[in-house]
């Protein structure tokens, strides 16, 4: 696979090489300098309103004896990436692992002991070569569903998503190729549950609506953010969110919306800063008179609304009543609990009744 | 969604209703009878290679007091599983209850507490009824991928497997819908990880070497077990299953191919009992020189591994074999492990070679 970006991804792994070769020759200590990727340096711009990595830097050198190994697989990790791009082949982050582990020769020690090693300096090398891992051809694990009046161009294959009956396409974990070849949908609804996308489907509602519905069965896969975020960003798509009413189904929203605290120096890249959260909301359980659909709150779950409560990006007045008021209705409620109403309610009356009415929490 | 069955099952329904309406009539007590579905009346058919249900039966009566409630739901999932029928609806096994809890009017008692109370009365109505839940109109979560020189006609469209680029076609939980217009494969191959299909994917591997793929993502889905079993019977493809080399796909090989002991009822329909297991085998780390990149066996693999040998199914020497070569190894190996030869092994040489000699377990 080619991205647009290769030459840039390889021209800044390369410099990476050219500074340690350097120092190497010139008989100083071989040094990277990387941002600091603590939550101590995450930080959220409120005009932008997404997540960013802060200024901090540290360094990785050779010969300090606690970066030694570090270092090493730096490099190798580096190497591998650079490999890569030039061979346009991709590899999931597991294969990576795989593929670089080895014994170090004339040493009883291998490369890598375990993924948990090479998975943080991927991130590192993200951050280095201000790079998503995707444009290092490296492949996340993927999930999600995509349906709709688009059409695409993935790999030389024309694919007709609103021609693709119950089944849907599988959202891969790199999206960045894909050619947008024509669209008639007027936006992009992104749900948390693919059972509540097979409802929407069997109601024809993408096709009713125009809409191109990205299912996510539970939190955002890389592949599906970045996605969202293209269609977004080059089609000029708005796009609302549709999850269960409780803690994990907003904190999947304001992934989607504002970045992850993890992967905050890729917040640009993944988020969608403009999309709007549509439902479930604690209002909905009395205009709709779902009481007896709800279910209590569990100690987790108040748990994270507090957490929620105390994080910048939901400080707003209509989130803060929000979270709140689940607190005090003890009450939380799902996507798929609107089939109390009727199977084809949410489909024909919910979704419809609040895009019309613009009823959305920002 | 209309099945060919529809008519078949709203009739086992109805005969199940008749028989209730009569008992009430005559002054009987109302009572339904099913096959027990415990592992005591789980059996291993040796000949057809198949787990099934036994012959032991029980019943629910409306006037035995601990039987009461129980008996009230399970009319209102026939009921409504009956209505879906007619309705041309299907719906979630979630959505099915949210559709039926609601207040016993008179009363301070809702019909369900929770889906732990209707998630077991639908299997009870698969066997009464001797239908699937697909059947019954009831969808279970969906999972897998498919990619191939096949066309499908889903819901009135075209979709050419071959066509879908790196995304590949998601794979419902309703699949006995499916039309198979046109088939270019020669083999089926079923695949535990969906990282391992995109690198296959990546290399063409499947339209190399006419192979149909599916991408599992860990166990089967009931969706995945049934289309596996559909493209082995209606087009007469071998199915060759390729796991880890660890207790956990191995077990994932033998539920494709005999069935699971929870849904032993229904491995009739779901299970490929002609399908092959391809690897990862622990010979192929002596053959394939793989031995730096296997991991130790942690305790919960071990203990798996000895259950795994107390099935019946697994009694056979090949098997007994691997398993026990396993333990005295003290080592598992993963697909993605292959990636250490180099990222086009797989592709090249081990599954082409493997496929070519036959060397296959049963």
Not at 13 to 28: A, F, P, R, S
Not at 79 to 106: M, P, V
Not at 250 to 258: E, N
Not at 263 to 282: D, H, I, N, V, W
Request: with cysteine.
């Amino acid at each position: 696979m080619k991205f647009e970006t290769d030459p840039i991804v390889t021209e800044r792994i390369k410099k990476i090489g050219k500074k340690v070769t350097d120092e190497i020759l010139t008989g100083e200590p071989p040094t990277v300098n990387l941002p600091v990727r603590a939550s101590s340096n995450v930080h959220y711009n409120k005009q932008e309103g997404l997540l960013y990595l802060g200024n901090s830097m540290s360094s990785r050198s050779f010969l300090n004896f606690a970066h030694t190994r570090k270092f090493m697989q730096t490099m190798l990790i580096a190497s591998k990436c650079k490999e890569l791009i030039e061979k346009s082949k991709t590899a999931s982050i597991r294969e990576l692992y795989y593929e670089l582990k080895h014994n170090i020769s004339g040493t009883k020690e291998n490369t890598f002991e375990g993924q948990d090693e090479s998975d943080p300096l991927i991130e590192d090398l993200e951050t280095m070569t201000d790079s998503l891992r995707e444009q290092l051809h490296l492949k996340a694990d993927s999930s999600g569903i995509l349906f709709g009046k688009l059409i695409i161009e993935d790999m030389g294959d024309r694919i007709d998503c609103s021609k693709l009956g119950k089944s849907g396409l599988a959202i891969p974990s790199i999206v960045d190729d894909y050619k947008f070849l024509k669209c008639d949908a007027d936006y992009v609804l992104v749900v948390e549950t693919k059972a509540m996308v097979d409802r929407l489907v069997e109601e024809k509602f993408h096709l009713k609506n125009n809409a191109i519905l990205v299912g996510l069965g539970g939190q955002a896969a890389r592949g599906a953010r970045r996605l969202i975020k293209l269609l977004n960003e080059r089609l000029k798509l708005p796009v609302y969110v549709f999850t269960d009413g409780d803690p994990w189904g907003y904190y999947i929203y304001s992934v989607v919306k504002t970045g992850s605290m993890n992967l905050a120096y890729e917040s640009k890249r993944l988020a969608t800063p403009q999309c709007r959260f549509l439902g479930m909301t604690m209002k909905d359980i009395d205009h709709f008179g779902l009481q007896k659909v709800t279910e209590k709150l569990k100690d987790v779950d108040k748990k994270r609304i507090k957490q929620l409560l105390s994080y910048e990006w939901f400080n707003k007045p209509q989130w803060i009543k929000e979270l709140k008021s689940m607190l005090s209705k003890d009450a939380r409620i799902e996507q798929q609990a609107l089939a109390s109403k009727s199977l084809e309610f949410v489909a024909r009356e919910y979704l419809p009744g609040k895009i019309a009415g613009k009823d959305f929490i920002d």
